[in-house]
């Protein structure tokens, strides 16, 4: 397995315009986290999906944030609008949860946005 | 509620020698804990957990990690640090029964030659 893929690996756009990030979570995991880190926040959870459904997004910063997952084997992470203060490297982790609660998560190598 | 304490930012040891990695928790119910590393510019990787059974858990690359319960820690180890080992490492715990782990802040593992 390819393992976690997240698209693009680099993003560098101005303030203002509409950002997606993209994660292809490992095959057969059935959940899926959306992660932010930063220097300052360290790393913080934004939302988690069960079964293609978002369970949680009590950790996402405003409404502009907005995660969609339309199948099982994509998801995706919009900002609209993009502020210099989402600066910060997006990190997309799958994990098994059928069957057993203690499975660890995998994650992707993460998208660096950076908003001038 | 539960939370991770790495105390440490930054722990710095010498090639060779025996390297120590902090972690407290709290949590109620039985705890599931995890240590993860993370090189530059990758995403976190999973090295060990505790679940259940002996209080000493073997992982990745050498290293163990020890849980005490009475101490509410579960400290990284590794009987021989390499430059190599130089990281990022993060404590994560969740209780029984959830999978959404709490992770800690994180600390930087310095191993000089």
């Known amino acids: 397995d390819a393992g976690v893929i997240q698209s693009p690996r680099h993003e560098v756009t101005e303030m203002g315009q509409e950002v997606t990030l993209r994660c292809k979570p490992i095959?057969?995991?059935?959940?899926l986290f959306w992660y932010r880190q930063t220097m300052m926040r360290g790393l913080e959870l934004l939302i988690y999906?069960?079964?293609?459904?978002?369970?949680?997004d009590s950790g996402m910063p405003e409404d502009r944030f907005s995660a969609k997952m339309p199948n099982a084997s994509f998801s995706t992470l919009k900002i609209q609008p993009s502020e210099p203060r989402d600066s910060a490297v997006y990190f997309c982790a799958s994990s098994r949860g059928q069957g057993s609660m203690s499975n660890e998560q995998f994650f992707g190598p993460g998208t660096r946005l950076t908003v001038l | 509620a539960q939370s991770v304490a790495q105390p440490e930012d930054q722990v710095k040891v010498a090639e060779g020698n025996p390297l120590t990695v902090k972690c407290t928790y709290s949590?109620?119910?039985?705890?599931?804990l995890f240590w993860y590393v993370q090189y530059p510019n990758r995403g976190l990787q999973f090295l060990l957990k505790?679940?259940?059974?002996?209080?000493l858990v073997k992982g990745s690359y050498g290293f163990e990690a020890e849980f005490n319960k009475s101490q509410t820690s579960f400290h990284l180890k590794k009987p021989s640090a390499l430059v190599s080992d130089s990281a990022l490492y993060f404590c994560?715990?969740?209780?029984?029964?959830?999978?959404?782990?709490?992770f800690g802040r994180g600390t930087s593992l310095i191993v000089h030659p």
């Open positions: 994560a715990v969740s209780r029984g029964g959830s999978y959404i782990p709490t």
């Open positions: 949590v109620s119910g039985n705890p599931y």
């Open positions: 999906f069960n079964n293609n459904v978002p369970i949680d």
């Open positions: 095959s057969g995991h059935d959940y």
């Open positions: 505790y679940i259940t059974g002996d209080n």
